[in-house]
């Protein structure tokens, strides 16, 4: 039995990032098991596999609808071809990470928690890799390499949901019983809240770049009718994705009490500027403090937006 079995945290998983100014990105990174690179390191093949294998171990205990796992396994696969270089021994798994599923009770729930949680992180990290190349194909007019990212950034889309399903799928009170006092005094500070992903962050800067491209671009050029018609295939997708983190969050916290706004409402635990922007955070869509759901609800469930900006 490895560490992953005693303590419900999996191994952690490094990723390109620096920390922002103040405790709590760092905080929300170690909570989850992830590592950052300053030099802009890719993950390493293992890390990624062994997140992977251990998802896919648990499949079957998860009950996931069929659509989500046919979603999280083409996320893998796109996750793969962006992150997993030539000749990295895809073909030979590495030592098998224990399943969530051999767990029990808090370890268990933990486990998947976390577990989901870097699965969405390394879609969250492709995204932004292929984002990157759709910002690039618009100016180039590159239109069907633009309108195969778009298409990919859909399925992206669904998979990155599908994760957070998978993260969440257990009975409401596994929440609040054993994930919600993980992420409270005296294990983290006060007003812990997915505003401090800095994946996320970055994803909805890009994706927002993005849309402001693809909306100018017939006053610069002939856009062909394909390349429209997966850009909107892309933005129903977000739709869908706030959609069903909107119904996770309301599943797990009815009442709609974040962890960083009870901090900000309460007297004795004042929030200090440096380390929580409240104008990132909407009380009208932020109804879950889950590490990602939260982070993904106050930015409009991964809809584009402008930065510092509350969501429409």
């Known amino acids: 039995m490895n560490a992953a079995s005693t303590t419900g945290c999996p191994r952690a998983v490094t990723l390109p990032g620096r920390p922002r100014a103040g405790e709590h990105t760092t905080e929300y990174d170690r909570y989850l098991g992830i590592l950052r690179s ?3 390191r890719p993950p390493l093949a293992e890390e ?9 171990a648990d499949l079957d205990d998860a009950a996931l609808a069929a659509g989500d796992k046919a979603a999280l396994l083409v996320g893998i696969a796109l996750a793969n071809r962006e992150l997993l270089p030539a000749g990295s021994g895809v073909g030979q798994p590495p030592a098998r990470a224990v399943p969530a599923g051999s767990t029990r009770g808090t370890r268990r729930v933990l ?5 989901g949680h870097q699965l969405f992180h390394l879609c969250l990290h492709t995204m932004n890799l292929t984002l990157d ?3 690039c194909a618009v100016p180039a007019q590159r239109w069907a390499r633009l309108e195969t990212t778009l298409e990919e950034l859909r399925l992206l889309y669904d998979a990155a949901a599908a994760a957070m399903a998978y993260s969440a799928s257990y009975p ?3 929440y609040q019983e054993r994930i919600r006092p993980t992420t ?3 294990c983290l500070s006060a007003a812990f809240s997915g505003t401090f992903d800095q994946d996320h962050r970055l994803m909805v800067e890009l994706m927002h770049r993005l849309r402001t491209e693809l909306r ?6 002939p856009v062909p009718e394909r390349v429209t018609v997966a850009a909107q295939r892309l933005y129903d997708a977000e739709r869908r994705n706030c959609a069903r983190h909107l119904r996770i ?3 797990f916290v009815p009442a709609g009490a974040s962890l960083l706004w009870q901090c900000l409402a309460s007297p004795h635990e004042p929030a200090s500027p440096d380390r929580v922007d409240p104008a990132v955070e909407e009380p009208s869509v932020t109804t879950a403090d889950t590490p990602a759901a939260a982070g993904a609800a106050e930015a409009g469930c991964m809809r584009s937006r402008r930065p510092g900006r509350s969501p429409a």
């Open 172 to 174: 409401p009170g596994g």
């Open 48 to 56: 990624v596999l062994a997140v992977q294998n251990a998802v896919l």
């Open 133 to 135: 190349r759709a910002l």
């Open 216 to 221: 100018t671009a017939p006053t610069r050029c």
């Open 38 to 40: 300053h030099g802009g």
């Open 184 to 186: 409270q005094p005296p």
């Open 249 to 251: 969050c309301r599943r």
């Open 111 to 115: 486990l998947r928690w976390r577990l």
